[in-house]
């Protein structure tokens, strides 16, 4: 039983951070119907700016998220203006999105391999290698300090959804986007700011990764997988469906990983979206579409 709470105790601490990973993404969806591949590419790029942040002023990882956070918000800023307004009126907006952003992934990772080569990176504070002890249990500090960041930053967001201005105009998008516009809200501007605010996210993202896993450049095509699985669990575009397929996939995975191997874990999030695109397309909390 100690054994079991062991392994249940790592799976939720990860996936507090999958769940923080997994919320900037299907926000981009739920807002603006974006299904952004290069979700795991900046979240990588994240976590290199936070290494160099470490290895050079000094900076502790959690202290880099004063920069990665705004940083990367203005960056979301940057490349919705560049490159969605133009694609919005498409009757294949979704389709060429996905061409799009996996176009740019491969264009960020190209520039991340060209100046930092293909060398797994990863920050070392002391408390990644330290662990806190009740009793039998031993819970790394890494993880924990990581988790409850992750459910800080999580709860911050609720509150910007749920008591702001640009909140409630977010959620209304979300829900409905041509009956928001109708009633005033400016989409454009909210899509903008949403997906700053998802790539504000994918930052600390890679803020917490940078000490958690080893990673190098072309690792963001196991994140943006594993993410996939995640959003569709819960229902693409939504936030609380994120959050909680987040928490069971990674809880699963930590009993997969400790009966047969890490090598298997991954399985867990692609039998996961298999099942569920199976069973049920919409997922958990997603709103069966419906024709006519």
């Known amino acids: 039983m100690t054994h079991v709470i062991q392994v249940a105790i ?3 601490l990860l996936g507090g ?8 993404l299907t926000l981009m969806f739920g807002v603006m ?30 202290v880099s998220l004063l920069v990665t956070v705004p940083v990367f918000f203005v960056l ?27 176009a740019l992934a491969l264009i960020v990772e ?3 391999s060209f100046f930092f080569t293909g060398t797994f990176r990863s920050t070392d504070p002391s408390y990644a290698t330290e662990a806190i002890l009740i ?13 409850i960041t992750s459910v800080v930053l999580l709860i911050g967001l609720w509150i910007f959804l749920y008591f702001t201005k640009t909140g409630y105009a977010v959620r209304a998008t979300m829900q409905n986007r041509t009956a928001a516009q109708i009633v005033g809200v400016n989409v454009r501007r909210i899509s903008t700011i949403s997906f700053g605010v998802g790539m504000a996210l994918a930052g600390a993202s890679g803020s917490l990764l940078s000490f958690l896993f080893p990673f190098f450049p072309n690792s963001h095509w196991r994140w943006i997988a594993i993410l996939l699985a995640l959003i569709v669990l819960g229902g693409l575009g939504s936030l609380k469906g994120a959050v909680i397929g987040a928490v069971i996939l990674a809880v699963a995975a930590a009993f997969v990983s400790d009966q047969f191997g890490p090598t298997w874990s991954p399985i867990t999030f692609f039998g996961a979206l298999f ?9 958990l909390f997603g709103r069966e579409a419906r024709v006519g």
């Open 275 to 283: 099942l569920v695109l199976l069973i049920r397309p919409q997922g």
């Open 76 to 102: 979301g800023l940057l490349v919705y203006t560049a490159f969605f307004p133009r694609i919005e009126g498409s009757p294949r907006f979704g389709e060429m999105t996905v061409l799009l952003t996996f």
């Open 135 to 147: 009793g039998d249990l031993f819970i790394p500090k890494a993880q924990l300090f990581a988790s």
């Open 33 to 62: 119907r974006i299904v952004n591949l290069a979700h795991g590419v900046f979240i990588i790029a994240a976590c290199y700016l936070a290494y160099f942040l470490f290895s050079g002023p000094g900076w502790d990882p959690f």
């Open 110 to 112: 190209g520039l991340l």
């Open 17 to 24: 951070v999958y769940a923080l990973m997994a919320s900037g």
């Open 10 to 12: 790592l799976g939720l």
